[in-house]
């Protein structure tokens, strides 16, 4: 029990700081891509960011890992977490630590299902679009025969290929951006299923308390008519006769001369 309440303060306390940290490496990730031609110790700089937020999250997985109370059942639980620590700057999978982190936090946060469902959509949307389309921006610049060499082109890619629309007038043609392409699709497929199903539950939930609602009416009415039916047949039994029957053992009439 003290294992499970440490791993939760650990938790609790280095959650905003990891936010800032997906921020920072988002950051870092970017400013290579976007600005190619920058000076060398930007690039340096940049470099030695990512590898310092790496080690924060390893760190972090590390430590979690030492508190939890079944160490097997936490690595199988956070499968995410630990290729984030695993594959450490390799392109593009290093894009696993924003997600898992990412990923991480929001699993941290106490909020209602429905926010929490909400956030991660909005966040994994606005994430995989960001990181995509730098991906393949990065991937695809400098191809021979690519058309993707703007980053307004790679965004407009990424929402075309995350959506399945695929309007073709811009397409990966090298093995990494065509992987990156399978890879936004089937993201958008997921999160459009996410949406779907987080829709038809709430539809389904609504129906379900209008229906206990009209199933308590009905049983209200039902004993309400049963105890009408009761007060009716009390009533019936307390009244009087409406006619009085003759008395037994009266005078007979006397017969006419």
């Keep these: 029990m003290k294992e499970r309440t440490a791993q939760l303060r650990w938790e609790a306390r280095t959650r905003t700081p990891l936010l800032g940290l997906a921020v920072v490496f988002g950051i870092a990730y970017a ?7 920058a000076d060398a110790w930007v690039h340096r700089l940049c470099t030695h960011v990512e590898w310092l937020v ?17 160490k097997s059942l936490f690595v199988r639980s956070h499968p995410l977490d630990l290729l984030a620590v695993l594959l450490p700057l390799v392109q593009p999978l290093r894009l696993l630590r924003v997600v898992s982190t990412l990923l991480l936090v929001g699993r941290r946060a106490r909020m209602a299902p429905q926010i929490t469902l909400t956030t991660y959509v909005a966040g994994a949307v ?16 400098n191809a021979p025969d690519g058309n993707i060499r703007t980053l307004g082109d790679a965004v407009w890619w990424s929402f075309t290929t995350m959506t399945t629309v695929g309007y073709g007038d811009h397409a990966p043609t090298t093995g990494l951006g065509r992987v990156l392409a399978v ?16 829709i038809a539950a709430w539809f389904i939930s609504r129906f379900d308390r209008d229906d ?7 049983e209200l009415l039902e004993a309400l008519t049963r105890e009408v039916k009761e007060l009716r047949a009390e009533v019936a039994r307390l009244s009087p006769p409406s006619a009085a029957a003759p008395e037994q053992g009266g005078p007979a009439t006397a017969p006419r001369s």
């Design 31 to 37: 400013v290579p891509i976007v600005a190619p031609d």
């Design 54 to 70: 790496w080690g924060a999250f390893a760190l972090d997985y590390a430590v979690r890992l030492v508190l939890a109370p079944a």
């Design 126 to 141: 606005v994430g995989l679009m960001m990181f995509g389309s730098l991906a393949v921006l990065h991937v695809e610049r």
């Design 183 to 198: 890879g936004l699709m089937l993201s958008g497929i997921a999160l459009l299923g996410v949406v779907t199903a987080n």
């Design 212 to 218: 206990a609602v009209e199933r308590r009416q009905t």
